[in-house]
């Protein structure tokens, strides 16, 4: 099975991902947990140059850069561990580019899912966690101990049409994205719900 979670900055992605990975694997499943950017050692230093607060990057160089890093993250990570029997899990796919690179960045939807279509191989998760927050939120909880990173550090305006484009993939997509609000759930909750829906599918 492939699930990808996907969510706005400061979403709990990286939090909710890691703990789903120990609980399967807590009922005898073999799990591989990746993300993107870097999921690769390719992947790692294209994240670098990616979320580098002092990258200056053309917005289709940087659609480029997130295809390349998906086409080595799929041929050599994501794959194979599927072929093993593995349970992979990761934390962003083609939902990220869509909301980022469509809503966000405004670029032509065409180019966008052509490039999505041939970096992926035409993989597609079988189940997507979509963890919602507002950017007001998000963004303070994704920058509490930290500086803000390239994508972080954009216009709220940026963030708002990147949640409105990610609601409308899980509207146009109920069957395989599934929307957790999280603004006024606290961790536990939201990985009771989360652990709800992935045995659901199952």
């Not at 009922?27 to 993300?35: A, H």
């Not at 998906?70 to 899990?89: C, D, W």
Request: hydrophobic share 35%; proline share 3%.
């Amino acid at each position: 099975m492939f699930i990808t979670f996907e969510g706005p900055e400061g979403c709990g992605k990286s939090t909710h991902s890691t703990r789903l990975k120990s609980y399967l694997e807590g009922k005898g499943e073999r799990v591989l947990l990746t993300r993107e950017p870097g999921g690769t050692q390719v992947g790692k230093a294209l994240r670098d140059l990616l979320l580098d607060r002092t990258s200056v990057l053309d917005d289709t160089t940087e659609i480029y850069l997130f295809a390349a890093d998906r086409s080595e993250h799929v041929s050599k990570i994501i794959l194979p561990a599927l072929k093993e029997g593995k349970t992979v899990i990761s934390d962003r796919f083609i939902d990220s580019t869509i909301a980022y690179q469509i809503g966000g960045r405004r670029l032509p939807e065409d180019l966008v899912r052509y490039l999505n279509m041939v970096s992926s191989k035409g993989t597609l998760p079988d189940l997507t966690i979509l963890l919602d927050v507002s950017p007001e939120i998000g963004l303070k909880r994704a920058t509490r101990n930290r500086q803000a990173d390239r994508f972080e550090q954009e216009v709220v305006d940026f963030h708002r049409r990147v949640r409105a484009r990610y609601l409308a993939i899980a509207a146009a997509e109920p069957e395989r994205v599934k929307v957790i609000e999280t603004d006024d759930k606290d961790i536990d909750q939201v990985q009771s719900l989360i652990r709800e829906i992935v045995d659901a599918k199952r």
